[in-house]
């Protein structure tokens, strides 16, 4: 098992670029979830699914964009990066009845 | 408005200390509260605690929650230089929203030798 996997590791975007951050996980998890990481502010919510088709919006989904086609895959997409968005993303996971989710490494986003 | 507070933020202890982190929480329909250890990358799990007044212990850490107070508190016996980390506290919430977590500040924990 790999366990949650995200890349990019690291990214540098410019203002009004878009991209998507990948997340993939092989252990059949139905419960997916994004998070962004800044500094005293700990893991904010950005969006989550429940398992393939269903996603909703967590506590800070302005400027992102989800879709879970898959019960493994869990992409996040910017549509139009802001320095605001420069952040440590992270991607977890966990099975239906289980409460503690698995985190993926993290990408690191810089928006200039 | 569901709120998780750490405190203290910050710690610094010379190893071989004990030291207790404290996690409070107002949350609707509570679940259960996590703890994670986080040190340069992803959050690791540590325990997870669902029951008033039964402790979890691992090794030389152990946590203990307070479902009438509301808090829970993490213990780190005979600190050692790897115990420095930020440890965050989580709370799961139950029923339509069992799939979310609220995440406190976190304590950032430095041991020095």
């Known amino acids: 098992n790999a366990g949650v996997t995200q890349t990019p590791k690291f990214q540098v975007l410019k203002t009004g670029q878009s991209m998507t951050l990948q997340c993939a996980q092989d252990?059949?998890?139905?419960?997916m979830s994004w998070y962004r990481q800044d500094p005293g502010m700990g893991l904010r919510l950005i969006h989550y699914?429940?398992?393939?088709?269903?996603?909703d919006q967590g506590e800070v989904p302005n400027g992102y964009n989800v879709s879970r086609s898959t019960t493994e895959d869990f992409p996040l997409r910017l549509l139009s990066a802001a320095p605001s968005q420069t952040s440590v993303y992270f991607c977890?996971?966990?099975?239906?009845?289980?409460?503690?989710?698995?985190f993926g490494s993290g990408t690191r986003l810089t928006v200039v | 408005e569901d709120k998780v507070v750490q405190s203290p933020l910050s710690l610094v202890v010379h190893e071989g200390d004990t030291v207790t982190l404290n996690c409070s929480y107002e949350?609707?329909?509570?679940?259960?509260l996590l703890w994670y250890k986080q040190e340069k990358k992803a959050p690791t799990f540590l325990f997870m605690l669902?029951?008033?007044?039964i402790e979890k212990k691992s090794g030389r850490l152990s946590s203990i929650l307070d479902k009438k107070e509301l808090f829970s508190i993490l213990n780190i016996t005979a600190t050692q230089t790897g115990d420095s980390a930020v440890y965050l506290c989580?709370?799961?919430?139950?029923?339509?929203?069992?799939?979310?977590?609220?995440f406190g500040k976190g304590t950032l924990l430095t041991v020095n030798p």
């Open positions: 977890a996971s966990r099975p239906q009845g289980i409460n503690g989710y698995t």
């Open positions: 252990m059949n998890h139905e419960y």
């Open positions: 699914s429940v398992g393939a088709g269903i996603t």
């Open positions: 949350v609707t329909n509570f679940r259960s």
């Open positions: 669902t029951s008033s007044g």
């Open positions: 989580a709370v799961v919430h139950s029923g339509g929203s069992n799939y979310k977590l609220t």
